[in-house]
């Protein structure tokens, strides 16, 4: 998912990883699937007419310019599906390296490998780690990318991940496979499970959930529906998608509306939005008005009333999207339906310790929002909670599994995909690789895994 997106390159390299083919101390090893989370795949524009591929997604360079001409889409309420915008066009996710390719470096240019700008590497660091434990690319380690401005539970998106699952299954001699997810991935694997519950059992022997917004993300989507969002600041801002761009994409993409927080949901506090608003009348009366969970959609709707879209010289109108709340809102019971089959084993990793967007606050007392739609040009404040700055802890706990472990670890959202002690969990859990000190996990578990003191800490 997104969240923590500012690029670094850095001229002092950290170790990097040896990437071999496979053998040593992996053999006998159970197949891996990945899934990637929200903005965690490549995605590809191909014409209908000449079959020619570009990468739309992500691109460091001319990333505006084409993430505008490709990516911008409607939602079509009579298909479900969020559509491009010129009708030659097609989103596709590469296949090459068993699906590998399309979640390991999301910009696979010489010029940022030369410069190893790290936060494009999403899976880069665990498919390597995977192969020194001896897992193999296309025998044992698979990866399932998608396009992820669709619902978690759009048709084809569900098709993908069976084939992926049997694909995995068949080349790995009749092995089950286990399941890593990342972020949205854990929603889509989470519908895939409720709507095909027997092949979900048939096929899949564990699943590990990293980073998963379970209950939603209430700051960063409450914020990315009014205000967008911007992965890069300073210099860098100019070679990226910029916040506004973003924001004209977001509002037409049901897997942000289904990523909204729930609002049936038992929070410790409700999450809010927030706006000081200067109400008519001879006496201009600023008042702080709020908004939850359950009343949000008025503001929505109020807010982005007036927004439109410019493309290619036309000015197409772009407000909320009541159809795709809709469809949001039933995706909510299918992913409470969810069952854990009897046989599958799973595991839950979510990070802790850092400041995370809960409340979101628009204008202040002194300089109060006088039309709602002003907000959708107004950069916010937050109110943090615990979490991985862009998932709370709250949220990501709350599974309602019977877990055969919970560990929460001090890493923002991303960086859980490349964190050592994420990599010593994955290698226990797997049977893979140098085995941990610790005992087998057998029982439902919750930790706190936040220092590098203490390799395990129990959580109060």
């Known amino acids: 998912m997104f969240g923590d997106c500012g690029l670094r390159i850095p001229w002092l390299r950290r170790r990097r990883r040896r990437r071999r083919s496979g053998g040593?101390?992996?053999?006998?090893?159970?197949?891996?699937?990945?899934?990637?989370?929200?903005?965690?795949?490549?995605?590809?524009?191909r014409s209908k007419r000449s079959k020619r591929e570009l990468r739309a997604w992500v691109r460091v360079f001319l990333a505006n310019l084409e993430f505008k001409k490709y990516l911008w889409s409607m939602y079509n309420a009579d298909t479900g599906y969020t559509e491009p915008l010129d009708s030659d066009v097609e989103i596709c996710v590469p296949e090459d390296e068993y699906g590998l390719q399309a979640i390991d470096i999301l910009d696979p240019s010489w010029w940022v490998k030369l410069l190893r700008v790290t936060d494009v590497y999403h899976f880069h660091d665990m498919i390597d780690m995977l192969v020194e434990c001896g897992y193999e690319k296309g025998t044992t380690l698979f990866g399932y990318g998608y396009d992820f401005r669709q619902s978690s539970r759009?048709?084809?998106t569900m098709m993908?991940?069976?084939?992926?699952?049997?694909?995995?299954?068949?080349?790995?001699?009749?092995?089950?496979?286990?399941?890593?997810?990342?972020?949205?991935?854990?929603?889509?694997?989470?519908?895939f499970m409720s709507l095909h519950n027997d092949v979900f059992a048939m096929y899949v022997n564990k699943w590990i959930c990293i980073a998963c917004p379970f209950q939603g993300a209430p700051g960063c989507i409450n914020d990315s529906l009014l205000t967008g969002l911007q992965f890069v600041y300073g210099f860098e801002s100019f070679f990226f998608v910029s916040r506004w761009n973003m924001h004209q994409l977001l509002v037409e993409c049901p897997s942000i509306y289904e990523m909204l927080p729930y609002s049936n949901f038992k929070w410790n506090q409700q999450p809010l939005v927030q706006v000081w608003r200067k109400l008519s009348g001879e006496n201009e009366e600023v008042k702080l008005q709020e908004y939850d969970a359950t009343n949000c959609v008025s503001l929505f709707e109020e807010a982005l009333r007036d927004n439109k879209l410019d493309y290619n010289g036309k000015s197409i109108p772009l407000p909320f999207n009541y159809s795709i709340f809709k469809w949001a809102t039933d995706t909510r019971q299918i992913l409470d339906n969810a069952q854990l089959p009897s046989a599958v084993s799973f595991?839950?990793?979510?990070?802790?310790?850092?400041?995370?967007?809960?409340?979101?606050?628009?204008g202040s007392e002194s300089s109060?929002?006088?039309?709602?739609?002003?907000?959708?040009?107004?950069?916010?404040?937050?109110?943090?909670?615990?979490?991985?700055?862009?998932?709370?802890?709250?949220?990501?706990?709350?599974?309602?599994?019977?877990?055969?472990?919970?560990?929460?670890?001090?890493?923002?959202?991303?960086?859980?995909?490349?964190?050592?002690?994420v990599f010593q969990l994955l290698k226990q859990w797997l049977g893979a690789g140098e085995k941990s000190r610790q005992q087998p996990m057998s029982t439902s578990k919750v930790?706190?895994?936040s220092q590098e003191s203490i390799p395990f800490q129990m959580a109060p």
């Open 154 to 156: 759009i048709e084809k």
């Open 447 to 449: 930790m706190d895994f």
């Open 24 to 45: 040593g101390g992996g053999a006998g090893v159970e197949p891996v699937l990945l899934v990637s989370g929200m903005g965690g795949s490549i995605l590809n524009a």
């Open 347 to 362: 595991y839950n990793i979510y990070g802790i310790s850092l400041d995370t967007p809960y409340n979101v606050c628009y």
């Open 368 to 421: 109060p929002i006088g039309d709602l739609s002003e907000i959708c040009h107004t950069m916010p404040q937050y109110e943090y909670v615990d979490g991985d700055g862009t998932v709370p802890t709250e949220s990501a706990k709350a599974d309602g599994f019977a877990a055969t472990a919970r560990v929460g670890i001090k890493a923002s959202h991303r960086g859980l995909l490349n964190d050592e002690r």
């Open 160 to 191: 993908g991940l069976k084939e992926k699952l049997e694909t995995a299954y068949k080349a790995s001699g009749g092995q089950k496979v286990n399941v890593i997810s990342h972020s949205m991935g854990g929603l889509l694997v989470r519908c």
